[in-house]
């Protein structure tokens, strides 16, 4: 290279697909702070003040919550080569094209892995995986909360009661779920939960919430074998994130700010209203995108308020579109992943970004595209009005 | 909790420890730009940008160069996951902790390691380790470059060759060396290298900048097994960093905007000015702490200049002198590691801040607290003078 790359210098986006979301802007803001050092006192505690608000969030008194210094996917993963020992047996409830990945996963963390399937876009019926248990007879089962590739939320409130009374541990994938929809880890049962950064947090990728229940830890404190990964072995990292704090890796301080900031942001706003509020957002996105005769992958009732996955009607090019949302009006939304490639669009409307002038930009630019002016922003300006 | 932690407001400091050191005020800025997709067309063409730049940086034409997403830990074990079959053989030259802790990360791997060693603080001599070889007959051979635990520079100019005559692949750490000295990839003939972030690159932890070369990179398509990690499986993520650009986890956009800056930095100034400038830094500071009484732990000729490990004198308590450094001066050191534990300081100058005003600073406090004034920073302000 003889001459270097200029000063960075993005176009402006407004992000509305699976995630990365939109930072907030009191998130970038925390990300441009000097750094502290790993080990300084003060650092250790924005750690405890993050782990705290992490609980809360999480709805969890588990001591065993931080943030996993990779992104979403290394929480997958770190809760599987933890609780797994080679050669038990795990039960990978898969929906999508995500808890497809948790196969993978598990297999590589050793496991005898059991799947039990539905088409992608449904969710599952509990008592048809509470008959798999008792027939595969599973140590872990795995399933996730809200299927990013599908826009489906699958109900979770009695699985851990369900793994429990068959001596299993559940573990859920929550990465387009957090701070977006109600997660409910010590109610529900949960033993491990993963999420990530970028998405109903509005920071940036790079972290991995995590929390692991007493059942959990004790899973893990009582293994034969050594976790396989070291980065990711909670036998150590733990002593970093517990009361020793004793040094394992350099933690990514940069993005604990970040983190930081943007449970401060969740939990200013209120749980229950940030639920209400995606809820909120959702509906009149949906009507909008039903009157422009885009039509929810997922049954009604288990649409994510937050991943608002659509069909893509015959005739429209997905490429095209999407092309012109993102150059014409600086827009990103989601193509189709897997099986629904070139056939879903996935508009997001997560944390920050779960606001009305997401839901009328979007409709504005995506009825242009789809030569309907009017027709959309009309339908969502309605429910907006009903509800003032 | 029934308040919320308040704004996010660290005390300044000055980090001259091991790592992290201060990110650079641009990198800093950098960091709160907002975010594009991790799919998005200006995004992809800054992932290479930033390979480019980190190309020249390793001095390497290997395709396959790009940082992980995750901390230098995850680095090392990217290398070994990929390289290593289980059963297989694999020779660790082990001069201090980070070499230590390779020997664990390769045996998670399913390697059967072999172990070099030399007394903590020493270098090896290249014969030692061909003898070895010649002995043990191993596939893959890990070493450190530049030990963080120790301060010091192993050469390995001749490594790779010998490693290859011996049809072995070579894994070097330049964790604290990248930014800083020279690290030679191509000429050197290394097969496997990972670095840091948050050290000679001056931006946040959070990534590892890693290369291999085509014969690492033909091991690696050629593997019977899968690689246990998926998140650090390269057969997978190198359709993400390669052409193809195939989604496999989302980036971390943020670190990436924060190192493509930290590189321009580097190329702005050059290398060879930059390998320059910490040269004349540590002698300046070598002088002062020598004049302190302070005595390196590496041997003459192989302390790094970046990171000055001095043993503490007898009669001087290592916690007091480091709390007293860091609240009357904001100033951060390190202190020892494993067996230096408490009878060690690590002084770091590295990247950005190696720099006369960090040496002459962090002299001053210390001879503040060892009742010396004046000793340390006169011979320091000597040695600058004498090369003016």
Redesign the interface.
């Known amino acids: 290279?003889t001459t270097?790359?200029g000063q960075?210098n993005?176009?402006?986006?407004l992000?509305l697909?699976p995630?990365?979301s939109?930072?907030h802007p009191r998130v970038?803001?925390?990300?441009?702070?000097?750094?502290?050092?790993?080990l300084?006192p003060?650092?250790l505690q924005?750690m405890t003040?993050t782990q705290?608000?992490l609980r809360?969030v999480y709805q969890t008194t588990n001591p065993l919550t931080f943030p996993v210094?990779?992104?979403?996917?290394?929480g997958?993963?770190t809760c599987l080569v933890n609780l797994v020992e080679p050669g038990e047996r795990v039960l990978v409830c898969a929906k999508g094209y995500f808890g497809g990945?948790m196969i993978?996963?598990a297999?590589?963390?050793g496991a005898e892995v059991g799947v039990l399937e539905v088409p992608w876009g449904q969710v599952f019926d509990l008592d048809q995986i509470r008959d798999r248990i008792r027939a595969f007879r599973p140590r872990v089962v795995g399933i996730v909360h809200a299927e990013t590739s599908t826009g489906a939320w699958q109900p979770l409130a009695e699985l851990g009661r369900i793994c429990h009374e068959h001596d299993a541990l559940l573990i859920i994938d929550t990465v387009t779920s957090l701070g977006c929809v109600e997660v409910a880890i010590d109610a529900w049962e949960v033993d491990a939960v993963y999420s990530?950064s970028?998405k109903g947090l509005s920071c940036?990728?790079?972290l991995s919430p995590i929390s692991f229940s007493p059942r959990a830890v004790e899973k893990l404190t009582s293994r034969k074998s050594?976790?396989?990964?070291?980065?990711l072995d909670l036998t150590m990292v733990q002593s970093y994130w517990g009361s020793e704090r004793a040094?394992h890796?350099?933690?990514?301080?940069?993005?604990i700010?970040?983190l930081?900031?943007g449970l401060?942001l969740v939990?200013?706003e209120g749980l229950t209203a940030r639920w209400q509020r995606h809820l909120h957002n959702h509906r009149a996105l949906k009507a909008g995108l039903t009157a422009l005769g885009l039509h929810y992958i997922a049954p009604e009732g288990h649409q994510l308020p937050q991943l608002n996955a659509v069909r893509i009607p015959d005739g429209v090019d997905d490429l095209t579109i999407r092309k012109r949302l993102?150059t014409e009006f600086g827009i990103?939304i989601g193509g189709g992943?897997g099986e629904f490639k070139g056939k879903a669009w996935r508009i997001g409307l997560m944390g920050h970004n779960s606001r009305p002038s997401c839901v009328l930009q979007v409709l504005a630019a995506l009825e242009h595209c789809l030569n309907q002016p009017g027709v959309g922003v009309a339908a969502a300006e309605a429910v907006y009005a009903q509800a003032a």
């Open positions: 290279m270097l790359p960075l993005p176009t402006p986006r992000l697909g995630g990365p939109d930072a970038l803001s925390a990300m441009a702070t000097p750094l502290l050092g790993h300084d003060q650092f924005l003040e705290q608000m809360q210094s990779a992104t979403g996917m290394a997958m993963e990945r993978d996963v297999g590589r963390a990530c970028q940036p990728p790079g050594k976790v396989q990964s070291w980065y040094y890796h350099t933690a990514p301080i940069t993005m700010y970040a930081r900031e401060r939990l200013e993102l990103e992943l």
